[in-house]
């Protein structure tokens, strides 16, 4: 059974750090495309970024550089490095993945930047 679970958001200042984690099982994690996606209050969901099978990684404009996606395949987890946060970045941050042409998604973590 595949599972997507997300975790690690909560409340931070503007300006300020955090590391979002999503831990994949139930498929074959290695070199298997991972993305990250937020939906905002009151908007829909928007895509961040993306990890590819050969460790690219691409990011939406918004990202200006704040955030560095990554993965661990040992551990069967991608990572979201957001920096420089901006109230605009409070959202519901959720990981998405698709395996046998079918899309599991995770329940989402909420971000609030907000001082």
């Known amino acids: 059974q595949v599972q997507v679970v997300e975790s690690g958001g909560g409340l931070v200042q503007p300006g300020g750090s955090v590391r979002l984690s999503c831990v994949a099982f139930g498929f074959t994690f290695t070199g298997r495309p991972m993305w990250w996606y937020r939906a905002a209050p009151g908007k829909g969901r928007e895509w961040v970024a993306?990890?590819?099978?050969?460790?690219?990684?691409n990011y939406a404009d918004f990202v200006k550089g704040r955030f560095t996606a990554s993965r661990t395949n040992s551990k069967y987890e991608v990572y979201l490095q957001m920096d420089s946060l901006e109230p605009e970045d409070t959202a519901v941050y959720y990981c998405?993945?698709?395996?046998?042409?079918?899309?599991?998604w995770g329940r989402g973590t909420q971000v609030t930047v907000s001082s």
């Open positions: 998405q993945s698709r395996a046998s042409g079918v899309d599991y």
């Open positions: 993306v990890l590819l099978g050969n460790n690219q990684t």
